[in-house]
């Protein structure tokens, strides 16, 4: 009432026009292309006339196209990490397309050179559907995934945003989506839900996946415009594919323990308290530390993270694309038992997920689970340290879909941009540049499993955060059941400093590619820098008003930017830098101007500070940013796992606001006057190409 109670109806509202497209039964074909285009996709669109959910009825078929869909998908998936892939990835989707119109959409994105071998995949997959449907067990599994889902909504409605409200709210009004509440959603997908059968799901496809109202587009680089099929070879793909007497699909599932053999428990030998964060440390048997934090921010919510010292630093240049992908192979081939395709079906059910990862200095898992799944996530911990595999299938998938990404790369602007400037700053050293086609010869399957096995060979020295809504006596005995049991060998890693930084004096580079009337503007500053509390907010502040200045400028008073932001970032090892970088986007005729302007501001906070209005919102801001966050179980987290990683107190944060009040104009200035010195500007520039004479 106090927000809304003066607002009326105008006299003569706008009419929010309907507009209608007919379907008039034909069949359109089309072929796009573009020289920034990296690679080629496909797609399918079977429209059809939109169905609103009005009824029970039509809420319980909108869950059977979600069944549908979902299981196409799985097959798909499963398919795209075959050893030899028929293409990087694809998909299907049905619902709202335009205006009055739903649809079901196919699409896949090819690798170089074999749109046939992707099309001929995917259409395969779907007359598999339609020859042999779907088997109970997918069906099952997909039902349970959903089931799960809502409840874990369920379990969580009185913690839910503001922002779910609104937007199912807009969909209502704008779309006519059911705006069901919370109570009503749960009870009726698990009444609905149960009752959905394979007859139906399968019914659904055949009537969607037809030869009418449907159109086959392909998208691609100009450089394959020659490549591109025709609509009559399209065809004839479709008409051999579905005159071929294919086999039904298999859904193999494995009922083995995802572990081989079961861990040795520890003890806990020691606990402390550490006040006014409310968490605990605890030390176990093994050398493992843990902290532990429970909350009420969610209902059904634990988040971990862990981390050791090494990482990536501590291998040679010609090991560093092994270790640095290391990580992502062992993640995306299974676990213990389970292959990769195993294994999303046996997590299918269940809120659980654990990753490990090898950055330039650590080695780390991230995860989360809901109360029925930590003791799974704990298994999952327990078996990237004693049981990781690497399916040759997933080495291989992976190679053929880099490649696949990388083929065209070279067209894309952003991408030339991006390489030039890390080659520049960086003597074109392998770790800061991005992949490319020759780098990817140089990972090595049998490698990186070697340093993967090596980097979590040791858990002593291992640090595991876990906050969520716990209870601290029923989550020690799974610390000591798996964390204790961990593999020790008392090694103390520490990472190496590998001289990886910004040359100390300022250059302009100009970079030349793409067809745009465009012109992308990066200004940045690198330098040495003192860490602490006070120079670390006042960055934050100096980014945020000259981002509030430079769009006041650049934006509204001169229209030569869309838009424009400052990004201060400093960081603490291998030695404290600072970098600040400032980047918009404008036209070729006023990027000069621009880039004069910007610096003008820079020397004026330099010298005068910035305006005490904008500080003030930086620091309103800020109050209500850390509001919100600190009742979320991943802002304790990040904040708890980043103090320790640092050799910090954990409870510094607890004075942030103090910090963040104490800015003033005075100490922005101090701060971009000691640090944006101009010998430290590194301006980079792309431009569209140059126009032959």
């Known amino acids: 009432e106090r927000l809304f109670s003066d607002?009326?109806?105008?006299?003569?509202?706008?009419?929010?026009?309907?507009?209608?497209?007919?379907?008039?039964?034909?069949?359109?074909?089309?072929?796009?292309?573009?020289?920034?285009?990296?690679?080629?996709?496909?797609?399918?669109?079977?429209?059809?006339?939109?169905?609103?959910?009005?009824?029970?009825?039509?809420?319980?078929?909108?869950?059977?196209?979600?069944?549908l869909t979902s299981m196409i998908n799985s097959r798909i998936s499963e398919l795209s990490q075959s050893s030899n892939p028929?293409?990087?990835?694809?998909?299907?989707?049905?619902?709202?397309?335009?205006?009055?119109?739903?649809?079901?959409?196919?699409?896949?994105?090819?690798?170089?050179?074999?749109?046939?071998?992707?099309?001929?995949?995917?259409?395969?997959?779907?007359?598999?559907?339609?020859?042999?449907?779907?088997?109970?067990?997918?069906?099952?599994?997909?039902?349970?995934?959903?089931?799960?889902?809502?409840?874990?909504?369920?379990?969580?409605?009185?913690?839910k945003k503001s922002d779910a409200y609104v937007n199912s709210y807009l969909n209502h009004f704008l779309k006519d989506a059911p705006a069901l509440s919370n109570e009503y959603r749960y009870e009726l997908m698990n009444q609905l839900l149960p009752t959905i059968t394979l007859e139906e799901v399968e019914k659904a496809f055949l009537s969607s996946f037809v030869d009418e109202n449907r159109d086959i587009l392909f998208l691609g680089p100009e450089g394959d415009k020659d490549k591109m099929p025709k609509e009559e070879e399209v065809l004839a793909w479709v008409s051999e594919i579905q005159k071929e007497q294919l086999t039904a699909y298999e859904?193999?599932?494995?009922?083995?323990?995802?572990?081989?053999?079961?861990?040795?428990?520890?003890?806990?030998?020691?606990?402390?308290?550490?006040?006014?964060?409310?968490?605990?440390?605890?030390?176990?048997?093994?050398?493992?530390?843990?902290?532990?934090?429970?909350?009420?921010?969610?209902?059904?919510?634990?988040?971990?993270?862990?981390?050791?010292?090494?990482?990536?630093s501590l291998y040679s240049d010609e090991d560093y694309l092994s270790a640095s992908n290391a990580a992502s192979l062992i993640n995306s081939s299974g676990l213990g038992q389970y292959n990769n395709v195993e294994i999303k079906k046996y997590l299918a059910d269940k809120r659980v997920n654990v990753s490990p990862s090898i950055s330039e200095r650590y080695e780390s898992l991230s995860g989360y689970s809901d109360k029925d799944g930590l003791e799974t996530a704990f298994e999952m911990i327990y078996g990237y340290f004693t049981e990781p595999r690497i399916e040759d299938d997933v080495f291989q998938s992976f190679i053929t879909s880099t490649r696949s990404n990388l083929a065209n790369q070279g067209n894309n602007p952003q991408y030339v941009f991006g390489k030039e400037i890390t080659e520049a700053l960086y003597n074109?050293?392998?770790?800061?540049?991005?992949?490319?086609?020759?780098?990817?010869?140089?990972?090595?399957?049998?490698?990186?499993?070697?340093?993967?096995?090596?980097?979590?060979?040791?858990?002593?020295?291992?640090?595991?955060?876990?906050?969520?809504?716990?209870?601290?006596?029923?989550i020690k005995p799974l610390?000591?059941?798996?964390?204790?049991?961990?593999?020790?060998?008392?090694?103390?890693?520490?990472?190496?400093?590998?001289?990886?930084?910004?040359?100390?004096?300022?250059?302009n580079k100009d970079v030349y590619k793409g067809k745009e009337e465009k012109?992308?503007?990066?200004?940045?500053?690198?330098?040495?820098?003192?860490?602490?509390?006070?120079?670390?907010?006042?960055?934050?502040?100096?980014?945020?008003?000259?981002?509030i200045k430079l769009i006041e400028i650049l934006r509204e008073e001169e229209g030569g930017v869309y838009g424009v932001g400052a990004q201060g970032s400093y960081s603490k090892e291998p030695k404290p830098r600072l970098s600040l970088n400032i980047g918009f986007g404008t036209s070729p005729e006023?990027?000069?101007?621009?880039?004069?302007?910007?610096k003008k501001e820079i020397n004026r906070v330099k010298t005068e500070g910035p305006n005490a209005e904008d500080v003030q919102k930086f620091i309103i801001e800020r109050e209500r940013q850390f509001q919100v966050q600190q009742e979320e179980n991943g802002f304790w987290l990040n904040n708890i796992t980043s103090a320790?990683?640092?050799?910090?107190?954990?409870?510094?944060?607890?004075?942030?606001?103090?910090?963040?009040?104490?800015?003033?104009?005075?100490t922005i200035k101090d701060v971009a006057k000691k640090y944006l010195d101009e010998d430290k500007l590194f301006q980079f520039i792309l431009h569209p190409d140059k126009k032959e004479n």
Request: no cysteine; hydrophobic share 35%.
């Open 7 to 67: 607002m009326r109806m105008p006299e003569n509202p706008p009419v929010r026009s309907e507009y209608k497209v007919d379907l008039k039964g034909e069949n359109q074909y089309m072929v796009v292309t573009d020289e920034e285009m990296p690679q080629t996709i496909g797609q399918i669109i079977i429209k059809m006339p939109n169905e609103k959910v009005t009824t029970v009825g039509q809420y319980r078929q909108s869950l059977i196209e979600s069944v």
């Open 86 to 159: 028929p293409f990087i990835g694809g998909g299907v989707e049905m619902g709202r397309f335009l205006a009055n119109l739903d649809n079901f959409s196919v699409f896949f994105a090819a690798k170089p050179g074999a749109i046939e071998e992707g099309f001929r995949a995917i259409y395969t997959e779907l007359e598999r559907v339609r020859q042999f449907g779907f088997s109970e067990s997918e069906l099952n599994r997909t039902i349970a995934s959903m089931r799960k889902s809502n409840e874990t909504s369920y379990i969580e409605r009185d913690k």
């Open 251 to 312: 859904d193999n599932v494995s009922d083995l323990p995802l572990l081989a053999s079961q861990p040795v428990a520890g003890k806990i030998v020691k606990e402390s308290k550490i006040d006014g964060i409310e968490t605990s440390e605890i030390v176990l048997s093994n050398g493992v530390k843990v902290y532990l934090k429970p909350t009420t921010y969610k209902n059904n919510e634990i988040v971990i993270s862990a981390f050791s010292p090494g990482g990536t």
């Open 428 to 474: 074109n050293s392998i770790r800061r540049t991005p992949m490319s086609l020759e780098k990817v010869d140089q990972i090595n399957k049998d490698r990186a499993f070697e340093i993967f096995k090596e980097r979590f060979a040791d858990a002593s020295d291992f640090t595991f955060v876990i906050v969520g809504s716990f209870d601290e006596e029923e």
């Open 479 to 507: 610390l000591e059941q798996y964390l204790a049991a961990l593999p020790t060998v008392d090694r103390k890693d520490e990472p190496r400093d590998l001289g990886l930084y910004e040359p100390n004096k300022g250059f």
């Open 519 to 547: 012109v992308n503007v990066n200004l940045a500053y690198y330098t040495d820098y003192d860490y602490n509390d006070k120079n670390n907010i006042n960055v934050s502040a100096l980014s945020s008003v000259l981002s």
């Open 590 to 598: 006023k990027v000069d101007k621009l880039i004069e302007l910007t």
């Open 644 to 666: 320790l990683r640092m050799g910090e107190d954990p409870t510094k944060f607890l004075n942030y606001l103090d910090r963040v009040r104490g800015v003033t104009p005075e």
